[in-house]
């Protein structure tokens, strides 16, 4: 394995894409520190990143293109690091691969230049859940080294843990289907991969082609050989029989179901979560943890912040973080977790639209909602211009203090206020994450 302290020294390295988040920056950070020549090309402008860009004002070795990409940057370089998102026909990355460019991303970059042993999790809906549930039992029972978690975290870099890991170690990485891409760039695959499920999304990016989307996500199991390991989901597991040739899995494979998991007691509430606690129960029993280890793990996991997170209880009005449910099968999935032959639930969704169908969510919202607040954006207008006639009360909004005003408005005690939204965030909030803080912070206000 070449070291890395000296790989990137000196080195001509395009960063596409900076971002707001953190993750872009960790990477930059890093690379500047370790003497690489970078160039970062982001299409926000400098007032947009102005936060991004004070964190990085010390290194000299940085050049900015901002406010646009330009042709002639992607003639010469030894590496390309892409953020997450690049659009898969960009004429940018076309260039950089007529130049024999080598296209890399921040986790698969970091799987390049280490020995440790790597657990990933990808799927439509679950993969948060299952990442960390994952490593809070590994962190507190796995001894034979640390415990490192990566990948699709809000503000964490995966590429400056290589300054920190040991062989002996352990890294779990959540991986959506973007950051799939790098590993599969670099023909790669984890340790340890798990698939929790494969549903419609993100087809506004993949321009309605499922079979593209679940490509990419194959990258998580594609190089393994037989002495790695595959967990799966039994939906997705259909989904692998539908659309993959399944002789061509190397690795060992296990299908799992709530059977593993009937005597475990969890805060985690919800059908969707079995299947989310069975994987990693599964995960567990490859690490070699006991009954007693797992039990233990399982009982006193919490829900992940902005997944159906109980987050305040007040004057008999409970408020539920369901943020990270962006697609309508999450929200479905939500409401009947919480459904108990009462419609008492309150719902803030809608925002923009990923190309997704919403004729599902909008039959169990007719069968199971008080009251609807809908956020602007062309998910909403699409979800509106299909309404059946028993469609609940709802509003319009164009900020969470409103929606969370409204909501308030319609409640009363008994009642469940939940955010679910079904749909992205752009146009309304800075991202998803600013989407959730704003409502924990005007629901406590």
Request: one cysteine or more; hydrophobic letters at 40%.
């Amino acid at each position: 394995m070449e070291n890395y302290k000296k790989y990137f020294k000196n080195k001509r390295i395009i960063i596409m894409g900076l971002g707001l988040l953190g993750r872009g920056i960790g990477v930059a950070k890093f690379l500047a520190k370790y003497g690489a020549n970078l160039l970062i090309t982001d299409l926000k402008t400098e007032e947009q990143l102005a936060s991004s860009l004070k964190q990085l004002k010390k290194f000299k070795n940085i050049k900015y293109i901002l406010g646009q990409h330009r042709l002639e940057d992607f003639y010469q370089a030894d590496m390309l690091i892409k953020a997450a998102n690049v659009p898969l026909d960009s004429i940018f990355l076309a260039e950089a691969r007529k130049n024999n460019i080598p296209i890399e991303m921040d986790a698969s970059l970091f799987a390049k230049f280490t020995n440790v042993k790597i657990i990933g999790i990808t799927g439509t809906r679950g993969k948060s859940t299952v990442t960390k549930l994952i490593y809070e039992g590994l962190k507190k029972y796995y001894k034979k080294g640390n415990v490192w978690l990566g990948g699709n975290v809000r503000g964490l870099a995966t590429l400056p843990l290589l300054e920190k890991v040991k062989d002996n170690d352990i890294i779990i990485l959540e991986l959506d289907s973007w950051q799939l891409q790098g590993f599969g760039e670099a023909k790669i695959s984890p340790h340890i991969a798990v698939f929790t499920t494969f549903m419609n999304d993100h087809m506004n990016y993949y321009k309605n082609d499922m079979q593209q989307y679940f490509d990419d996500k194959t990258e998580i199991f594609k190089y393994q050989t037989k002495n790695d390991f595959l967990v799966i989901g039994e939906q997705a597991m259909l989904e692998i029989k539908k659309r993959f040739p399944y002789n061509k899995i190397q690795s060992k494979i296990t299908v799992v179901n709530e059977d593993k998991i009937r005597n475990l007691k969890t805060k985690l509430i919800g059908e969707h979560n079995k299947t989310n606690i069975a994987l990693a129960v599964e995960v567990f029993r490859i690490m070699k943890l006991n009954q007693t280890q797992i039990k233990q793990t399982i009982k006193n996991f919490k829900p992940e912040p902005g997944r159906l997170e109980m987050i305040f209880k007040k004057n008999g009005i409970t408020y539920y973080n369901d943020n990270n449910a962006t697609t309508p099968d999450a929200t479905i999935a939500a409401l009947n977790s919480l459904y108990k032959n009462k419609k008492n639930i309150i719902l803030i969704c809608g925002g923009a639209d990923k190309e997704l169908k919403f004729n599902d969510m909008i039959r169990v919202i007719a069968n199971t909602v008080k009251n609807i607040i809908f956020f602007k954006g062309t998910a909403t207008d699409k979800i509106l211009s299909s309404l059946s006639n028993n469609f609940p009360e709802h509003v319009v909004v164009d900020s969470m203090k409103s929606a969370v005003q409204e909501a308030r408005k319609f409640a009363k005690k008994g009642d469940i206020i939940l955010l679910s939204p079904g749909a992205a965030s752009f146009g309304v909030f800075k991202n998803e994450y600013d989407r959730s803080d704003q409502f924990i912070k005007y629901v406590k206000k």
